[in-house]
């Protein structure tokens, strides 16, 4: 099943003369309705009439999260609050957090587009989702809650925390579907096993995955331990939240489609900010050009990634490889760039690790360095100094860095308690 059959399979030719049409308009809206973006165009010498389409994106500037900053809370909104239905807020690591506001066919179109990702995720009417996501400011809990009832799903709105309560629902309200963070799906994983749940005993079926990087080490074990087909949910506050890409369930490990009819996305070089091709990695870029109450010119979201189009997948719109991390989580230790993903990768291949494991950087003699902490098989003895060198020489053949190894007994190491984790502990 396809949600939005028409949409989905358009042919590619069709799809760029609407996403044309729709950047002409929103082009001339922002003109009109944002003193900032119509500042923005005048200082580059634009006029709304310069926009033909997407082939004349390029030309226009860049929105970063400093600009939304600086217009904290409602000056970047292009509606008067008398239409706005909806605010939600992200809270960053410093300050203030990133406020969206939406109109009522802003929250229309989240609901089709969190529709649309439920259904290639596996996601039918009639099937119950629990939906794991917090419920709040953040955009994750309400908007499953929006595209699953737009689905003709019953929506259990369970929310992040308290995992024994979780364990009882998933046992006996008999959910197929599950919507969490991918770390939150490790902590349920690891519960059912520490409680002796039977997950194949369990009716959940689907897995959808998102709100942080995760890679296949991470889809391997909660596939295995909650016996579900794990997908990913990609999405960002600023650009609507969850649903702006979603991997289908039977092409899982080839990308998430985006849904570009709505969210146009390019990928930037992050130093030069020249827009790259198909296949490279860069920072990813979203123009929202249908959205109403806070629509963004090519907004950069600092996730690096790369977009393809597959010729072998059910849908045209263009997918986006999984998410490498966030530009200004990667770290540089002793000058090589490093992300915690490439190190869950390095997990992934060692038979005797689970993918539970955190990063800690600290300082010595003025050089940065990593220790990376991560939990064994159960059964494994963590003071095996055989299997220590084991992934100390493979990080360093696959990353180029030398890190201090410390194996952990499985269960140790802090996972997450309903959210966002976060996999690197800074002690510089
Ligand atoms: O995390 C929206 C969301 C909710 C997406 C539920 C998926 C599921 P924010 O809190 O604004 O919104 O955080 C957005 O989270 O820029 C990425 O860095 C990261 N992120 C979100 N989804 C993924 C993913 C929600 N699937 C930021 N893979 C984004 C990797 C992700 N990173």
Same mark, same amino acid.
């Given at each position: ?193 520490? +409680? &002796?749940?039977?997950?194949?005993? !369990?009716?959940? @079926?689907?897995?959808? /995955? ?5 890679? %296949?080490? *991470? ?104 998410? +490498? &991390?966030?530009?200004?989580?990667? !770290?540089?230790? @002793?000058?090589?760039? /490093? ?5 869950? %990768?390095? *997990? ?81």
């Amino acid at each position: 099943m396809i949600y939005n059959q028409a949409i989905e399979t358009m042919p590619l030719e069709q799809l760029r003369q609407l996403q044309d049409e729709r950047l002409r308009t929103l082009v001339a809206r922002l003109y009109r309705d944002v003193p900032f973006y119509q500042t923005r165009l005048q200082e580059v010498g634009l006029e709304p009439g310069d926009i033909r389409g997407i082939a004349d994106l390029a030309k226009l500037p860049i929105t970063t999260k400093e600009d939304l900053r600086q217009h904290y809370p409602f000056c970047m909104f292009a509606k008067p609050m008398g239409e706005v239905r909806r605010i939600h807020a992200s809270s960053g690591t410093t300050g203030k957090p990133t406020v969206v506001g939406y109109t009522q066919n802003d929250l229309d179109l989240f609901d089709e587009v969190v529709a649309r990702s439920l259904v290639a995720a596996g996601a039918r009417p009639g099937m119950k989702l629990h939906n794991a996501y917090g419920y709040g400011l953040f955009t994750g809990g309400l908007g499953m809650h929006g595209g699953a009832t737009r689905l003709g799903m019953a929506v259990i709105p369970v929310s992040g925390g308290m995992t024994d309560r979780q364990l009882m629902i998933l046992q006996d309200f008999e959910p197929e579907v599950i919507c969490c963070t991918p770390s939150y799906a490790q902590t349920l994983a690891a519960e059912c096993k520490a +409680r &002796g749940i039977d997950p194949a005993a !369990l009716k959940v @079926r689907y897995g959808v /995955l998102g709100a942080e990087p995760w890679t %296949e080490a *991470i889809r391997t074990e909660v596939e295995a331990g909650l016996h579900i087909q794990a997908t990913n949910i990609y999405g960002l506050s600023e650009i609507i939240g969850p649903g702006v890409s979603q991997e289908d369930v039977d092409e899982r490990g080839t990308g998430s489609y985006i849904w570009e009819d709505h969210f146009y996305p390019e990928i930037l070089d992050r130093d030069t900010g020249e827009v790259l091709p198909y296949g490279e990695e860069g920072v990813l870029v979203f123009t929202t050009l249908t959205k109403e109450a806070f629509p963004l010119l090519r907004y950069r979201t600092n996730d690096i990634c790369s977009l393809h189009y597959d010729p072998n997948g059910k849908r045209t719109h263009i997918k986006m490889a999984s998410i +490498r &991390g966030r530009a200004d989580d990667m !770290l540089i230790i @002793r000058g090589v760039n /490093l992300f915690y993903t490439q190190v869950e %990768e390095v *997990i992934h291949e060692m038979d005797f690790l689970v993918p539970h494991y955190r990063l800690i950087v600290s300082k010595k003699d003025a050089l940065d360095q990593v220790a990376v902490e991560v939990e064994v098989q159960p059964g494994i003895d963590p003071a095996n100094k055989e299997l220590q060198q084991r992934l100390s020489a493979k990080i360093k053949n696959t990353i180029g860095l030398s890190m201090q190894i410390e194996l952990r007994p499985t269960g140790s190491i802090p996972g997450s308690q309903g959210g966002k984790l976060s996999r690197i502990l800074d002690r510089r």
